[in-house]
């Protein structure tokens, strides 16, 4: 079955720093855009970060850039999420996502999404 599945998040104090994975079982893997969501409370999806299969140029949310550095691995089949100096407003289920397109744009360009991870940061 093709999946993508999300771990490594949790609970952690404003400051501290998460690393979140994404294991996707889908075939050519490194010909996939990945991408990392986010869903507060009561709040719409945002973007957060993109890796593309194109040069595997990365692209960040003005909110995030500077403490979070997304990463792949095509030989383990896994994007990385990692998370810097987290703040209370980056509490929020983290979703990846995976695209043939280079650069999705709507959410319709997008092959596979997770069930996401739990990120809560304390303040």
């Known amino acids: 079955q093709e999946q993508l599945v999300e771990s490594g998040g949790g609970l952690v104090q404003a400051g501290g720093s998460l690393r979140l994975s994404c294991a996707a079982s889908i075939r050519t893997f490194s010909s996939y855009s990945m991408d990392w969501f986010r869903q507060a409370p009561g709040k719409e999806r945002e973007f957060v970060a993109r890796i593309s299969w194109i040069g595997g140029s990365t692209f960040y949310a003005d909110s995030v850039k500077g403490r979070f550095t997304i990463s792949r691995d095509n030989a383990k089949n896994t994007v990385y999420l990692e998370m810097n100096t987290l703040k209370p407003e980056d509490t929020a289920v983290y979703y990846c996502?995976?695209?043939?397109?280079?650069?999705?744009?709507?959410?319709?360009?997008?092959?596979?999404w997770g069930q996401g991870t739990q990120v809560t940061v304390s303040s």
């Open positions: 996502a995976a695209s043939t397109k280079p650069y999705p744009s709507r959410s319709g360009d997008y092959n596979y």
